[in-house]
Nanobody, 127 residues
Framework: QVQLVESGGGLVQAGGSLRLSCAAS????????MGWFRQAPGKEREFVATISGSGGIRYYADSVKGRFTISRDNAKNTMYLQMNSLKPEDTAVYYC????????????????????WGQGTQVTVSS
């Protein structure tokens, strides 16, 4: 059974940093795109970042570009999101997601492209 488990969330002051991890089990995703999404209270789930299987291609939402960095360690079947210069508007539940296919495209900005999801980890940024 495939599982994605996020960790690393928490409470941080504005301007601080957090590093989220997403550990996958049940199958290898070394050739598959993976991504991060977030959902704030009362809002729809939104795209944060996505990374190709090799890690060579990365897309970011404009709202996090220059502050967040997505990466992966295929040997560990794990993806990361380094979040710097955090803002109160970054407060949300952060979800990791994985695609069962290997194709990487711009449509990976959309949640429907992903086949597997984690349970989410809360990130709260205080002002």
């Amino acid at each position: 059974q495939v599982q994605l488990v996020e960790s690393g969330g928490g409470l941080v002051q504005a301007g601080g940093s957090l590093r989220l991890s997403c550990a996958a089990s049940g199958r290898s995703f070394s050739k598959s795109p993976m991504g991060w999404f977030r959902q704030a209270p009362g809002k729809e789930r939104e795209f944060v970042a996505t990374i190709s299987g090799s890690g060579g291609i990365r897309y970011y939402a404009d709202s996090v570009k220059g502050r967040f960095t997505i990466s992966r360690d295929n040997a560990k079947n794990t993806m990361y999101l380094q979040m710097n210069s955090l803002k109160p508007e970054d407060t949300a539940v952060y979800y990791c997601a994985a695609d069962k296919d290997e194709r990487f495209s711009d449509t990976l900005r959309y949640a429907y492209e992903y086949d597997y999801w984690g349970q989410g980890t809360q990130v709260t940024v205080s002002s």
